[in-house]
Structure formats: C-alpha cells, structure tokens
C-alpha cells in the first residue's frame, strides 16, 4: 500500500536562510509524488510534481524537489525562504494512470518562519 | 472563478443534526474526490467518484456518511446523526487525470 511519512512536525528558519523539507514513500513501483502547500483556512495549492524524467523538479515559488529511487525520497527544497512562505507543507504520492488515481497525503511539515 | 468549489465553506452544527456539503468541480474533470482533514494531519482519502459512479469507499466513511454525484458534475457529501469526531476540514478535489485540484473546503464544528 501507499504511504507517505514526513519525519518533521515543524520547522522554524529564519528568513532569507534555506529550506529543505523531508518526504519519504512507500509504493510498489515508480510513484507519481507531488508537494502541495496549504496556508491557514485555505485549501491545498500544488508546488510541483515528478512523474518521470529529470529527478530535478521545479516548482512555483521558486521550491524546487529532488527525486531519490535508492532513498525513497522527495524531499522539497528553497535556497531562500520568504516570510510569505510559513505555511503547512504536504508531500503526496499517487498512482500512474491506468490504475487507481487516488493520492495519498503525509502529515504534513508545519514551517515558520522567522523575520 | 473555474476552479473548485464548495459550500457551505463553514457549517456548526449541534451533535445530532445532519449536514450535507457540496461540491463543484472544474467543469471537464471527470473523477471528484472528497478528503477528510483534522487539525494537524495531511488529507485522509474518504471517496472517489468517476463520472457517476461511486468507485472506493475509505474505511474512514461510516454509515453515516454517503456521497452523491448524480449527474456526473457536482456532488454532495452527507452527514448523518454527526459525532464531534467529525469535526474536520472536508475537501472536494477534481481530475481530468493525476493532476488534482482542490477547493477551499468545508470546516464543520460539531458542538
């Protein structure tokens, strides 16, 4: 079965430091994984999404992912964090086309950010 | 506004009572999801919709629930006799494929 585990509750930075954001899945097969943010009383936007190619995804926002095969990872990454992106952060792992599209979502990582 | 859409955005309702929420997907989207989301925990899948048809049931989705999607665009999520467990964000997403797209959800308070 799908899963999707995001070691980090939260996470505080300061403004204008990096950011780096883990995601580890669970799948049978090459997933499709996605990174979504929610901001507080807001529904769920997508930052990016691999589904093959390039392991090097880019996203809006200036977020880029990076898929790891060895390590079961998809972990989000941002040279440069703004104020504006304190928000709550879910990493999801889908099927491929063909089978059952459902997406199953982490925990979420909760991030502050620190002026 | 073509996105997704839901409404009522917040419902508080006396434990007992039955609510019903609806969804309006993007208009060519063919496959409708509803998530579950408490405070603190990422989205629960509850149910999918392709077309018409009611595909998967989560295991979350008790008797008391039970969602409609008649005519293959909006759809309706029903609460019957609501528990203050189900006090929760409910999400409606659509997909035209493995791209999802949400809506800005329902919070339900059960007092």
């Keep these: ?3 999707v585990t995001q070691p980090d509750i939260h996470i505080t930075v300061s403004e204008g430091a990096s950011l780096e954001l883990r ?3 669970s799948y049978g097969a090459t997933p499709y994984l996605f990174w979504y943010v929610q901001s507080p009383g807001q529904g769920l936007q997508l930052l990016l999404k691999y589904f093959s190619g390039d392991t090097l995804v880019q996203g809006i926002k200036g977020f880029e992912a990076e898929f790891k095969r060895s390590q079961s990872s998809f972990n989000l990454r941002k040279p440069s964090v703004h104020w504006s992106d304190a928000a709550e952060y879910f990493c999801a792992v889908g099927s491929p086309p063909g089978s059952y599209d459902k997406v199953i979502f982490g925990p979420g990582t909760s991030l502050s950010v620190i002026p | 506004d073509t996105g997704v859409s839901q ?3 917040h419902k508080i309702t006396k434990r007992g009572q039955n609510v019903t ?5 993007i208009s060519e989207h063919n496959r409708l999801y509803w998530y579950r989301q408490t405070l603190g ?3 629960e899948f509850l149910t999918y919709f392709q077309n018409e048809a009611q595909l998967e049931k989560s295991r979350l989705l008790s008797d008391r629930f039970s969602a409609e999607r008649p005519k293959g665009s909006f759809s309706t999520l029903e609460i019957q006799r609501t528990e203050q467990g189900d006090s929760a964000m409910y999400l ?3 997909s035209q494929g ?3 797209f949400f809506g800005q959800g329902t919070r339900l308070t059960v007092v």
């Design chain 1, 23 to 25: 995601c580890n899945y």
């Design chain 2, 7 to 9: 409404d009522p955005r």
């Design chain 2, 98 to 100: 493995i791209l999802f």
């Design chain 2, 41 to 43: 925990q990422g989205p």
């Design chain 2, 92 to 94: 409606c997403a659509s």
């Design chain 2, 21 to 25: 929420f609806r969804c309006d997907p």
């Design chain 1, 1 to 3: 079965a799908q899963s």
